[in-house]
């Protein structure tokens, strides 16, 4: 001991048994000193190997006044005393320890150094140093370990930096808080890829703490998501393992095609799939999916779950994830598309939703499509001839979706936009298993399931839309209106729609036919062009 503040008896007890080591006897700061500047010295010894990991463990109590402190010191041989632990009290701004605690100090960087420890208490205004200590020993062996005390969540983005992770190593429970060795952190995942970002990091001494805030992850291939696991290690030290993570891709407006089709998805609202064109014509307007939670609540667009997260994409195949509100909600779609020339066309799509929580939610689930197949959409006739199917007819085409799991608990189909304002509205909606009204008209259909969905269970929801048939044509016939010093051409617009106007001043085998400058715009069920009257003879007809 140097400076003789440090006294043995039970000013505050002991951890075990009824004496300690402490700078306060019978209440008052500091027996010996009221300005203590004094360290309680160690024996010299020799640090065992650092295989053995080796440390300093004790139990103490403290509180210090402003300014005032404790810290574990260290000298090699008759070398200087240097900081072996952070300060207690000071600088860490934690004045009081609020009990017996115990502190681990790594001695591994001193291994087969003759040494000694100090216990170096200062209170240079006199505001009192309160600390005693019992039991000090010195530790070999397991106890180590690697703790993740901040895991890294799963969804994360490829090539987005990380949600952060913070590791410490612990001594059976308790901080080292001046560990030497540096923490790495490597990444696995069978599809490959690679870790970027501060993969090393020293631990801080006031916390113990390595924080990696700048990790991110470059997937194999930009188009699929990796499950990838982090792990951290240091020394020869036991490494510990995140849980594995999701890593996505980001996505916004996708399309899958397939020969005579193409489908376009927004699924960052409630849009969805907005256009599903077949041979040169779109037959959809929206298709889309909404949730509920409970029997009060309104229901909300699947989309607003959270950002869309890409998991796999290709031409003909998409799949979408979303998180949120104690869900994860997988959306896939996948179009085999018909000859060249043909309307024939099949999308395919399942919804699987996980309950992540620990309770069961009580959880509806609404599919809406709004698909026009007729020029003029208040042709079309409706039939739902099974609870899991429905048919639309129009223009000479048919579309059936077909619900292969689970069969929908309600069904409802309406003119636009019936149905819709009921899901999208602020209140809870149950359909009404008709048709409203009965008659042919703007067509839009619905299903509705409802299912009690326990922690960790899963519903999937599959279904199948297919459309066949050919879009009825009419004779393509020319009329002509006069309209003042102009005259009016005009045609069906349920004529094949990829005519041009043609005109010629004669009708000789060697005349010249020219296509027309002037656009065709739509009038009702007509396209119309308006041509000046001209002198001479002029002749007309249409071309593929």
């Known amino acids: ?15 075990s048994g009824t004496n300690s080591a402490s700078t306060f006897l019978n209440g008052n700061s500091y027996t010996n000193d009221p300005y203590a500047n004094s360290r309680l010295i160690s024996p010299m010894f020799t640090v065992p190997a650092a295989t053995n990991y080796p440390r300093l463990r004790f139990w103490h ?22 900081a072996l632990s952070n300060q207690y ?55 180590l370990q690697i703790v993740l005390t901040m895991p890294i969540s799963s969804p994360q983005l490829g090539g987005a930096t990380f949600s952060q992770a913070t590791v410490q190593v612990q001594d059976q429970g308790t901080t080292v808080f001046n560990w030497a060795s540096p923490i790495t952190a490597t990444a696995y995942s069978s599809r490959g890829g690679s870790l970027h970002g501060a993969l090393s990091l020293n631990t801080t001494s006031s916390t113990g703490l390595a924080t990696f805030t700048n990790l991110y992850f470059t997937l194999a291939s930009s188009n699929i998501a990796q499950s990838v696991t982090l792990v951290f290690n240091s020394s020869s030290l036991s490494p510990v393992t995140n849980a594995p993570i999701m890593v996505d891709f980001p996505i916004s407006q996708f399309s899958v095609l397939s020969s005579n089709s193409q489908v376009l998805i927004d699924p960052t609202s409630d849009a969805g799939l907005n256009s599903w064109t077949v041979n040169g014509t779109d037959l959809s307007y929206q298709h889309w999916f909404w949730l509920r939670i409970g029997s009060t609540a309104p229901q909300f667009s699947l989309d607003t779950l959270s950002k869309p997260y890409g998991l796999y994409q ?12 104690g869900l994860s909600a997988t959306l896939a779609f996948s179009v085999s598309g018909g000859g060249n020339g043909s309307f024939a066309s099949t999308l395919t799509e399942s919804l699987t939703i996980l309950n992540i929580t620990n309770t069961t939610v009580n959880l509806h689930i609404f599919e809406y499509s709004d698909y026009d197949l007729s020029d003029n959409p208040s042709a079309d006739m409706l039939v739902f001839p099974a609870i899991n199917k429905v048919v639309q007819q129009g223009n000479g085409l048919t579309l059936t979706e077909t619900i292969s799991q689970p069969a929908p608990n309600y069904y409802e189909g309406s003119w636009y936009a019936i149905t819709l304002d009921k899901i999208s509205g602020d209140t809870p909606v149950t ?26 269970q899963t519903i999937v929801i599959s279904l199948t839309n297919s459309i066949a048939g ?28 990829s005519f041009q106007l043609q005109s010629t001043t004669n009708l000789s085998i060697s005349s010249s036919w020219t296509t027309v400058s002037s656009p065709p715009v739509i009038n009702g069920n007509l396209y119309q062009v308006i041509m000046p009257i001209l002198s001479g003879a002029q002749y007309f007809r249409l071309q593929e």
């Open 1 to 15: 001991m140097d400076n003789g503040a440090w006294e043995v008896g039970s000013a505050v007890g002991a951890y």
């Open 61 to 82: 109590w403290f509180s210090f006044g402003s300014y005032a402190y404790g810290v574990v010191e260290i000298r090699v041989g008759t070398n200087g005393w240097v």
């Open 470 to 497: 050919n879009i009825t044509t009419a004779p393509a016939v020319l009329s002509v209106a006069l309209s003042g010093k102009d005259f009016i051409i005009s045609w069906p617009t349920n004529s094949t729609a």
């Open 89 to 143: 009290g000071a600088s860490s701004q934690v004045l009081s320890s609020g009990g017996w605690t115990e502190p681990s100090v790594d001695l591994s960087s001193y291994a087969g150094q003759s040494i000694q420890i100090a216990l170096h208490v200062v209170d240079p205004d006199g505001y009192g140093a309160n600390w005693a200590v019992d039991n000090v020993t010195l530790v070999t062996g397991a106890g």
């Open 431 to 456: 359909l009404s298993d008709s048709l409203i009204p009965n008659a042919p008209g703007d067509q839009t259909f619905a299903h509705e399931w409802d299912t009690n969905l326990a922690a960790g």
């Open 314 to 325: 290709s031409q003909t195949n998409t799949t979408v994830n979303y998180l949120g509100q």
